[in-house]
């Protein structure tokens, strides 16, 4: 049976996103995204598929958006799949290869967070982000973690800023 995890990268203070992308350009924590999830399947919300690139190689791409069926900006980019929720989302990704994992944004974690359907997070802390660089900031749903216990933290071996966290429920 494949993994389920969350994978998520964030500052001290919770921040995921701003303006609509990264906050950071770090190229360590791409890195480890890719690693972790090469040859499985990636849950993401329609607003975080259309900041990435069209084609992630190596991994299938499974869309959530409440309204599928008129998404043609979500249909043409050609993802595995879109669906109306992150628990339909994560049975079809299961007949797909490979690991799960729900990669953003801030309502699909808090979703998948708060049905219970992911049993790891894999955590990427970054340096803290300025947020007077910004005109939105996006947040994780940081009050789920009391749910699960942190079982691994070491620094990014390819960078020592970032310190990766992983944990259990």
Known sequence: MPQIGLIVGMDPNGIIGADG????KIS????????????GTIIVGSKTYLSMPAKLPGRNIIVVTREPSTRKDLQDR???????????AIEKAKTLPGDIWVGGGS??????LKERLVDVLDVTMVPVVDESNFTVITRFPIWFISDFRMVK????PDDPQLTQRRYER
């Open 21 to 24: 992308g990264l906050p950071w």
């Open 28 to 39: 360590a924590d791409l890195k480890r995204f890719k690693a972790t999830t090469m040859d």
């Open 78 to 88: 050609e993802p595995a799949a879109i669906c109306k929720t992150v628990r339909e």
């Open 107 to 112: 309502f699909i974690y808090a979703e998948a």
């Open 153 to 156: 933290e070491e620094a990014n």
